[in-house]
């Protein structure tokens, strides 16, 4: 299935643990994004790659760190969790130009 | 800066038309579009407009925009319980960023 996938689906950690999200995309995309989704629905961009370059970085605490090895993933390390980094992290691509993106299942990250 | 309202909650009978509005304040936005997020699950893009176009339908689905006024609204024809979900309006800046709002929670009952 062509498709954005993402590991873990669900993810129950305690606070100040670091811990690691992974997304990758089989669609060919240039451009990858993580956004958070907090507990009232509410949708932020966090970051956005093109071509393994960091785009976007929004006023996200420097415990988030994204990683892309290759323009087909895009990892989200976070490190000395706390209890208000508890939301679902979705994961989204398209291709280069005027697309509409693709979003991924999301990753339910609960810090107890 | 950028900010994109809904309002929270629509409840409708089966069968009935459904209208969800969103304003946005962006007035260089050039494409605004409509997800659709189930119970558990990831966005699934519904339609996009651009913004010289005042209207656009794709099936039960009916897309106004009023630029002078930067109000959108999506309007779902013979609404049936499976479109009960929350329905996101997000406009694309021009940093080729996409701003969500608020999302509305569409709840059809029979």
């Known amino acids: 299935d062509t498709a954005v996938s993402q590991t873990p689906k669900y993810l129950v950690t305690q606070m100040g643990n670091d811990k690691s999200i992974k997304c990758e995309q089989n669609l060919g995309h240039d451009t990858m994004y993580w956004y958070k989704q907090d507990s009232k629905k509410f949708l932020k961009i966090m970051f956005s790659?093109?071509?393994?370059?960091?785009?976007i970085n929004e006023t996200v605490p420097n415990r988030f760190s994204p990683k892309s090895p290759d323009k087909a993933h895009l990892n989200l390390h976070i490190n000395s969790l706390e209890l208000g980094d508890s939301a679902v992290y979705f994961c989204?691509?398209?291709?280069?130009?005027?697309?509409?993106?693709?979003f991924g299942p999301g990753t339910r990250l609960t810090v107890t | 800066g950028e900010d994109v309202e809904q309002s929270l909650f629509l409840s409708v009978r089966e069968g009935d038309s459904s209208v969800i509005n969103c304003t946005y304040t962006?007035?260089?936005?050039?494409?605004l579009y409509w997800y659709k997020q189930e119970p558990g699950a990831g966005l699934q893009l519904l339609t996009y407009i651009f913004s010289n176009m005042d209207m656009k339908q794709d099936q039960r689905l009916t897309v106004l925009l009023n630029k002078k006024d930067k109000h959108l609204s999506l309007r779902i024809a013979d609404t049936q319980t499976g479109d009960s979900a929350i329905y996101f309006c997000?406009?694309?800046?021009?940093?080729?960023?996409?701003?969500f709002g608020t999302g509305t929670r569409l709840q059809v009952f029979p």
């Open positions: 997000a406009e694309r800046d021009n940093t080729d960023k996409l701003i």
């Open positions: 989204a691509s398209k291709p280069t130009g005027p697309h509409e993106q693709y």
């Open positions: 962006d007035s260089s936005s050039t494409y």
């Open positions: 790659y093109n071509n393994k370059e960091l785009i």
